[in-house]
């Protein structure tokens, strides 16, 4: 099992365990977590799987075009590009930094991507498919050059929901 699959295993486990607590301890003093809330939070985080996923595979293809070996996904990078994307959501704003907020390079070491040679990041926010974020970096040369940087080897890919609003970020990285 990858590591991100085993991230998102535990969450689910901590989550279940939350609900199970909560269900065992009186109800003035318990937080009660719904079953609609955890179908709410499983169906969000699978929805948010499926269109990360298809973003690496879409930029994997515009990669082959350009002769590029594919990115394999990264869990840290996933996470500091998750990380990032929420503080974009929270913020209602598109930015590679936000006020506060640390570096790329030490977002991404701050997650466990140590060791790195080379990393980039695509923004974007206001797109509704994987697709379409996908095309609008394609289309912008500054974004199409990390797409098509041969010498960057993984990626992690984060999309948040703020509201009907998305908010997607890309981290690429070497080591």
């Given at each position: 099992m990858n590591r991100g699959i085993q991230k998102l295993f535990i969450a689910a486990i901590v989550v279940l365990a939350a609900a199970v607590a909560a269900s065992?301890?009186?109800?003035?003093?318990?937080?009660?977590?719904?079953?609609?809330?955890?179908?709410?939070?499983?169906?969000?985080?699978?929805?948010?799987?499926?269109?990360?996923?298809?973003v690496v595979v879409l930029t994997n293809t515009q990669r082959a075009l350009?002769?590029?070996?594919?990115?394999?996904?990264?869990?840290?990078?996933?996470?500091?590009?998750?990380t990032h994307s929420k503080k974009m959501a929270a913020a209602s704003t598109m930015s590679h930094q936000l006020p506060g907020e640390l570096s790329l390079g030490r977002?991404?070491?701050?997650?466990?991507?140590?060791?790195?040679?080379?990393?980039?990041?695509?923004?974007?926010?206001?797109?509704t498919t994987a697709g379409s974020v996908t095309r609008a970096w394609w289309a912008s040369p500054s974004h199409k050059r990390n797409i098509t940087d041969c010498t960057l080897r993984e990626v992690g890919?984060?999309?948040v929901f703020n509201g009907l609003r998305m908010y997607w970020t890309v981290d690429f990285g070497r080591r």
């Open positions: 065992a301890t009186p109800a003035a003093t318990a937080t009660t977590v719904t079953s609609t809330q955890l179908r709410s939070a499983s169906l969000t985080l699978t929805v948010n799987n499926i269109l990360e996923n298809t350009a002769g590029c070996r594919p990115l394999r996904v990264n869990s840290d990078l996933r996470q500091a590009a998750r977002r991404i070491t701050q997650t466990g991507y140590v060791g790195w040679t080379r990393v980039a990041e695509n923004i974007a926010a206001g797109y890919v984060g999309v």
